[in-house]
């Protein structure tokens, strides 16, 4: 009988001190609502927008799966099953959209990323503090702009009667001028100036942040022993600032698939759709053009699946190359 007592009293017991460790985390929970109420109230206008755009949309992604019908709805369309992704990959245009959206993306992670950590790695040099306010500032000036109006003005400097023009002729002669986005080749070119032009100073803000965080003992501790300003920075301010890189390195992994739609239509036409048409025109295309919306859904829901495959790839290198990681 004592032995069965005690061993009761030993289930008990090993119940309680699990249920502990709970009960005192949603504790914790409440209080810390409490406390911080109104913070959390600020935050529900932003989950209530994932939850309403990015959430709920994805009950309807079961289309790419139906023959979809705005007049039967959705759970009234028929199953087609894997035909819409058939269509997709048998089609001429697959091979096309898939290429150049590989293409234009990775091209602009390999001038786009290190683009403004290295810009911001410059400006942390700069002396002057009034000068570096003033770059700092036209820097993030192309940012603010209208996406409409830097592709205007990319399209009218790179017209035949354009400032790109102007340029070339003083060097090579008024036969040297051409219409450079008459020609397909011109393209990655094009799209990618222009879109490290317009963020390199707005994305150089976060790695400037993450900069100045960092002990300025050690910079005087390296300057004491003779470290020159490229050795502190190569030393010191880059494996300090490598988590934030890595972790932003990551985010654009699982953006791999994904070119900026409003950009690429503001300054494509069908006469360069060779090096220019995208996954995400070619969508916009079949969908609101040709009202082929099951279609059109297979094609986006192959994307997402792609992008979220290569975000956990790039996360899981991350975690074993390092310790920063996104989970």
């Known amino acids: 009988m004592q032995n069965a007592l005690g061993s009761i009293r030993k289930t008990f017991s090993k119940n309680n001190d699990e249920a502990q460790p709970k009960r005192l985390t949603w504790e914790l929970i409440c209080k810390d609502f409490k406390r911080n109420k109104w913070i959390y109230m600020m935050a529900l206008p932003i989950l209530g927008f994932y939850l309403l755009f990015h959430y709920a949309p994805m009950y309807g992604a079961q289309i790419a799966f139906r023959n979809f019908s705005p007049v039967r709805g959705i759970t009234g369309s028929p199953w087609v099953g894997l035909a819409n992704f058939q269509n997709f990959f048998g089609g001429i245009h ?76 003083f060097f090579a002669g008024e036969e040297a001028r051409q219409s450079w986005l008459m020609h397909p080749g011109n393209f990655r070119t094009i799209f990618i100036a222009s879109e490290v032009w317009q963020s390199i100073g707005f994305g150089s803000i976060i790695y400037l942040a993450a900069i100045s965080g960092l002990d300025q003992e050690t910079y005087e501790a390296a300057f004491i022993d003779g470290a020159s300003r490229f050795r502190r920075c190569l030393h010191i301010t880059l494996p300090g600032i490598m988590p934030t890189i890595t972790v932003l390195l990551i985010l654009r992994m699982g953006a791999l698939m994904t070119v900026g739609f409003e950009r690429v239509m503001l300054l494509y036409h069908p006469g360069i759709y060779e090096t220019s048409d995208v996954i995400s025109t070619f969508v916009f295309r079949r969908g609101l053009l040709d009202s082929d919306w099951s279609f059109s859904s297979a094609v986006g829901l192959f994307n997402s699946v792609i992008n979220f495959s290569i975000l956990v790839t790039a996360n899981f290198f991350a975690r074993r190359m390092s310790e920063t990681s996104l989970w």
């Open 94 to 169: 697959a091979w096309r959209v898939i290429r150049n959206t590989f293409l234009l993306s990775f091209y602009s992670m390999l001038w786009g990323f290190p683009a403004p950590i290295i810009f911001a790695l410059l400006l942390n040099e700069i002396a002057s503090t009034a000068y570096k306010r003033v770059t700092q500032t036209l820097s993030y000036l192309p940012h603010f702009i209208s996406l409409i109006v830097v592709c205007a003005l990319v399209v009218t400097f790179v017209s035949s009667d354009g400032l790109v023009n102007d340029i070339v002729a």
